[in-house]
């Protein structure tokens, strides 16, 4: 069997479903967060799953919410990197109004309440194998009944918040962390509030390290290990995650906002942005 296989994949304007199999670690793109949700269910392995500020780690048959804007990766636990992931990802657009009519909430307020890891109980687990075989039986063949697919993909969605709820309900301790070590745990955990809260100004590897009584080795193995990225990658992405808030959200200059998210140089963070985004900020602005 091939290292990596995709073992289906299909997508249309407002909707994306893929399933692979993964044999050997491979690196995840940098700009790894997007406007749509994205359900990540876990059919084989165990993970360590990095959202925004929190590492997990989950094992197989767990799923988990990603919002959208948020940097998310999955790693190797331990030293087997074998794993089989199925990918659900949904767009406002094709969202929204099935949420308010279901939920009576928004697409933001929906993926804020109802996001984070979930171990399916072992009762409902044979129902979510199932009606991700109905997906891709939908969504295969040359003309795939749309209206069908877009209905099960949502019914999928609404499962995951059933069992959301019940673990809510019981208000039993989350397992995903249970297998972390908690010195490391909360070494890493510590330098990434640090960095969401301190991103504006000229932070260094060196200086991190002392800063948590670490060694720069460590930080910099550690940090890359539970999150998928290094420490300057993960910076970077809360740095421009920032600028879009501000080009969306304010009038200020582009010179400015650079400046306000830790860029000294202008030219340099329109280079960074268009590489993460995959435009100018003027035209993001603009857009």
């Known amino acids: ?28 793109k940098v700009r790894h967060f997007h406007d749509s949700i994205e359900l990540y269910i876990l059919l084989e392995g165990t993970r360590y799953f990095f959202v925004d500020r929190t590492i997990h780690v989950i094992e197989a048959h767990t799923a988990i919410l990603i919002p959208p804007g948020q940097i998310h990766k999955t790693s190797t636990y331990g030293d087997d990197p074998r794993h089989r992931r199925f990918l659900l990802q949904l767009s406002r657009e094709g969202s929204e109004g099935i949420l308010r009519d279901t939920f009576a909430m928004g697409f933001d307020e929906f993926c804020q309440a109802l996001s984070g890891p979930v171990r399916i109980s072992d009762e409902k687990w044979p129902e979510f194998l199932a009606l991700m075989e109905k997906i891709k039986t939908a969504f295969s063949g040359e003309t795939p009944y749309l209206p ?30 249970a297998a972390l070590p908690s010195d490391t745990l909360s070494s890493i955990q510590q330098v990434i509030e640090y960095l969401n809260d301190r991103y504006m100004e000229d932070i260094l590897l060196d200086d991190l390290a002392r800063r948590f009584f670490i060694s720069r080795a460590y930080l910099t193995r550690s940090f890359r290990q539970m999150t998928g990225v290094t420490v300057v990658q ?54």
């Open 1 to 28: 069997m091939p290292e990596n296989t995709i073992v289906f994949r299909r997508e249309i304007e407002t909707l994306k479903v893929s399933e692979s199999r993964i044999e050997k670690n491979r690196d995840m």
């Open 148 to 177: 069908m697919v877009k209905l099960l993909a949502h019914e999928l969605l609404f499962m995951y918040t059933e069992e959301l709820g019940r673990i809510r309900a019981q208000k039993k301790e989350s397992r995903d962390t």
């Open 234 to 287: 993960y910076l970077t992405v809360v740095r421009i995650r920032r600028a879009c808030q501000l080009l969306t959200e304010t009038d200020e200059p582009i010179t400015e906002i650079a400046r306000q998210c830790g860029f000294s140089n202008t030219t340099y963070f329109e280079n960074v942005f268009r590489r993460l985004r995959g435009m100018t900020p003027s035209r993001y602005r603009r857009r």
